[in-house]
């Protein structure tokens, strides 16, 4: 088995591309090992990587966020850990995915229906698609008062460029097919 490595405009992030189906839909998103180990052996056995902060899985890779430790000295334990995991077979999910958190529903007005399905149309077509290129993942939260408000996950979570990208691409890009939009936000 082999695994490609990419970088990210994150720094502290990499990712780990295995050639195989990670999530069949959906990402997940696990930032402390507990969490992790509950519904996924694999992202468990990840943070048992003394360094790793962060699992993120996306449909075909694996995001792997550090602390302040070197990738030189990671990379080999990461890819060792991921090709064992494939080659046992074992499924990379064992608990429920895709639950929202208590308090984290998507909100917006009643009559903003439109608006709000043409954003996440756009949001999924041109926006998912070239946020997952770079290790990340990035969701519709809400729109209030021409706001719209969205969750940043996996290498995009925390990157230094995270907020060009929402000010300057998504803002832009919003703002130019839907005129109600004024601002973009990350929560």
């Known amino acids: 088995m082999f695994i490609q490595t ?24 696990f930032r402390d090992a507990e969490e992790a180990g509950a519904t ?47 080659m046992s077979g074992a499924p990379v999910m064992s608990g429920p995915v895709g639950e929202v958190p208590e308090g984290e529903e998507e909100f917006f007005e009643s009559g903003d229906e439109t608006i709000v399905a043409t954003i996440k149309e756009l949001l999924e077509s041109r926006v998912r698609p070239a946020v997952a290129q770079d290790g990340g993942d990035i969701t519709f939260r809400g729109f209030r008062d021409g706001k719209v408000f969205l969750h940043m996950k996996g290498a995009c979570a925390g990157c230094p460029s995270s907020t060009a990208t929402l000010k300057h691409g998504i803002q832009n890009l919003l703002r130019h097919f839907v005129p109600e939009v004024r601002e973009v936000e990350a929560v």
Do not use: C
């Not at 780990?16 to 997940?28: E, N, R, Y």
């Not at 360094?51 to 694996?62: E, K, L, S, T």
């Open 6 to 29: 990419e970088s990210t405009p994150n720094p502290a992030t990499l990712k780990f591309l295995p050639g195989k189906v990670v999530m069949q839909s959906g990402t997940a998103d």
């Open 40 to 86: 996924s052996q694999l992202a468990g056995k990840l943070f048992g990587i003394p360094g790793v902060i962060g699992v993120f899985y996306g449909y075909d890779f694996i995001t792997i966020t550090k602390d302040d430790a070197d990738w030189q000295h990671l990379k080999p334990a990461i890819l060792g850990t991921i090709m064992e995991h494939f």
